[in-house]
């Protein structure tokens, strides 16, 4: 994706694992939304043009952003779990 041009954000999710899957769940979205805010805020992502691609765990994290956020124009979800 860089090659051709795109922004490609592959942020840290520190997770504080509580046994409680839920609360992973929730942990998510702040994680990822914080760097996209910081790339946008920087000029270097446009709002209105941020996609999300993730596979197997990061799958999850796909259905995560989406369901908790606005932020994502796109979503691919590849082999994500969909129930811990």
Known sequence: YAARG??????SMPLVRT?????????????????????IELGIA????V???GQSFGGYGVFALVTQSERFKAAVAIAGISDL
């Open 46 to 49: 446009d709002p209105d043009r």
């Open 51 to 53: 996609g999300i691609l």
């Open 19 to 39: 046994g409680d899957h839920p609360e992973v769940y929730r942990q998510i979205a702040p994680n990822v939304i914080s760097a996209v805010d910081r790339l």
């Open 6 to 11: 795109f922004v490609v954000l592959i942020p």
